[in-house]
């Protein structure tokens, strides 16, 4: 992640085109975002024992991070990309372990709905 976002950052400071330019700041405001949201999951999900707030947390995580990537693809001539697939990768796995979590705990039947 972090290397990333040096790429991201080194490949703005050089870019020439609007489109790149543009691509490159919404991406880098995202890595922010993404930073926020990894940031608020532990406590949500281990600390306030919240796993559907968590799950949203991490939905919206994986989301950002997919489209952030997406952005800063083309830029950095796929050296981000590069970096951020893995991580990519391990957060559609960790909101489905989320998911699961949340569904054996507050699914169809129980008494709690979770949030």
Known sequence: MGY???VAVKALDTAVTTTSRDNLTIGIALY???LGLNFAWSPLFFGA???GLALV?????TIS?????KLLDRPTNGQATYYLLPYCAWLAYATYLNAGVWWLNYGPGKKSKGL
């Open 4 to 6: 990333a976002s040096h």
């Open 32 to 34: 922010y975002v993404q």
């Open 49 to 51: 024992h919240r796993t």
């Open 57 to 61: 947390d991490s939905a919206a995580l």
């Open 65 to 69: 991070t997919w489209y952030m990537t």
